[in-house]
């Protein structure tokens, strides 16, 4: 018989452990889509010190959240119940920021004013300015929006005191911090873009929609007037809420990890920042696209790179393919995928890169290697094509995927804070050498 999670929920409740002569039970936990966890929170307790080990926590739940469903094996993503498919087809990045955050879509007027108090909250201080040109113009972008960001605490001292006290202060107090980091964190990232192509820096517009002031503070050239481009704006507004939210990913989890110590919203996204560079996780965007630039000034030999890929004694990995989640195929891959051929048929632009993405995906479909292992082309193998169609340079990918991620992190931050959840502090079981005596460095 085939047990779904919810026939195993019915038959049992409990979940039993058993260590040499003792058993020792354990309550479950049901989510509303009927995922299971076993609850062992009493477990070192009740066992006298023993407690599990789950390297890359595989399969360990930090918590319990109301924010993002996503089924790996069947591919789907919600964001508060609404698909993703329906979400990045109809939907403005700014009316999803509020959904992640608030739970729900805002009506007209709470969009418009959403809106408003992040314009009021965009100005960044003169003296951010000054850190930024103390940066090399070669320093990684990723690096400097994490500095950047954590910078602006200073200029933003947190008053994110979570208390029981006064809790419509505490969520005024919250609200104010939530628009400013999506007021002043899109300027950091434009004048991050600047920088790097040593352009004047831009401040924002506030006639224009959210996504379109982005694009015109990074795009806009000195001294002509700024064109938007409804493609760009549709393309980027689509990407942002792609990148929204994932879950317990290892950027947000960073950020829930830091927060839970109490640090203010800026100093916990700074970390997220950092967590995502990596490039198994947000940085992958730059890796896949230096990887397809590789593969074509090699001759755009794909078989060469599927075949050390496989090769276990070669460190090469098919950047853009596999996810911790997804094992069946990543929803957002399939959305962009088509996004990607839309923005490059619309501008007209004919990639040589696309060509050689498209034999790597179909070459390890049918691969063995990666049809075993279930690696399917993740979110990051098509939206470097994107980005840099819309002129964006490979290093500031990686940073438009921070930006659109900032609800996401928001969101769980909030949660994390309001669910008062205990500071993040996990065990190990040490390996290191027993109790030895020391010798003076004479007797060494
Ligand atoms: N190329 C070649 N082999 C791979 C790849 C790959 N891209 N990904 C996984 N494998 C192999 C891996 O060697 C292992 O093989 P074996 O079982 O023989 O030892 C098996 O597949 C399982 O891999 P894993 O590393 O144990 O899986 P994981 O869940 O720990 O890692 C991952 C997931 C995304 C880090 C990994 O697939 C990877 O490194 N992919 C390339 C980087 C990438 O595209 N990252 C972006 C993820 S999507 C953006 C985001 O949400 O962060």
């Known amino acids: 018989v085939f047990l779904t999670n919810k026939n195993i929920l019915n038959m049992i409740d409990k979940a039993k452990l058993q260590i040499g002569e003792n058993s020792y039970e354990f309550p479950l936990i049901e989510g509303t889509e009927n995922e299971i966890a076993i609850d062992i929170k009493t477990l070192r307790g009740v066992t006298d010190g023993v407690i599990t080990i789950d390297a890359g926590y595989k399969n360990t739940g930090a918590c319990q959240s109301a924010i993002t469903f996503l089924d790996g094996e069947k591919g789907i993503l919600r964001y508060r119940g609404y698909s993703i498919e329906e979400l990045a087809e109809k939907a403005d990045f700014l009316e999803v920021a509020y959904l992640l955050i608030f739970g729900e879509l ?50 933003n001292p947190s008053n ?31 004048w991050t873009y600047r920088k790097k192509l040593g352009l ?36 980027l507004n689509k990407l942002l809420i792609l990148h929204a939210d994932h879950e317990q990913n290892c950027s947000t989890s960073t950020v829930r990890i830091v927060g839970s110590s109490h640090a203010g919203l800026f100093a916990s996204i700074s970390s997220g920042i950092s967590a995502l560079w990596g490039p198994l996780h947000g940085g992958a965007n730059q890796a896949v696209l230096e990887m397809l630039e590789a593969i074509r000034e090699d001759g755009g030999d794909t078989k060469k790179y599927m075949a050390k890929a496989k090769d276990k004694n070669d460190p090469f990995r098919l950047m853009g393919f596999g996810h911790r989640v997804y094992k069946n195929f990543d929803p ?17 632009i004919d ?24 690696l399917y082309p993740n979110v990051d193998f098509y939206s470097g094509i994107i980005y840099r169609a819309m002129g964006i340079p490979v290093e500031m990918f990686t940073v438009m995927f921070a930006l659109g991620r900032l609800p996401g992190w928001i969101g769980h931050w909030c949660e994390m804070r309001l669910r008062k959840e205990p500071i993040g502090r996990p065990r190990q079981i040490y390996t290191g050498e027993t109790y030895r005596v020391f010798k003076s460095i004479s007797q060494r």
Not at 203 to 229: C, Q, R, W
Not at 333 to 344: D, F, Q, R, S
Not at 355 to 372: G, Q, R, T
Request: proline content about 5%; glycine content about 4%.
């Open 351 to 374: 990639d040589p890169i696309l060509e050689i993405a498209k034999s790597l995906e179909k070459e390890a479909l049918s691969d063995a290697y990666f049809v075993d292992r279930k």
């Open 160 to 190: 994110d005191k979570i208390n029981n006290i006064d809790y419509e202060r505490t969520k005024k107090s919250l609200y104010d911090n939530i628009v400013k980091v999506l007021g002043k964190i899109p300027v950091l990232v434009s």
């Open 200 to 235: 004047p820096l831009e401040y924002g517009d506030n006639s224009l929609g959210y996504v379109e002031n982005i694009l015109k503070m990074m795009f806009k050239k000195p001294n002509e007037d700024y064109v938007p481009n409804q493609v760009i704006i549709t393309a």
């Open 332 to 348: 957002r891959a399939k959305i962009i995928k088509v996004a990607a051929y839309e923005v490059l048929n619309d501008l007209g």
């Open 106 to 155: 805002p009506s007209k007027e709470e969009l418009q004013k959403f809106h408003e108090d992040i314009k009021e909250n965009s100005i960044v201080d003169d003296d951010v300015r000054k850190i930024l040109d103390a940066f090399p113009k070669s320093a990684h972008p990723m690096g400097v929006l994490s500095s950047l960001t954590s910078a602006l605490t200073a200029f």
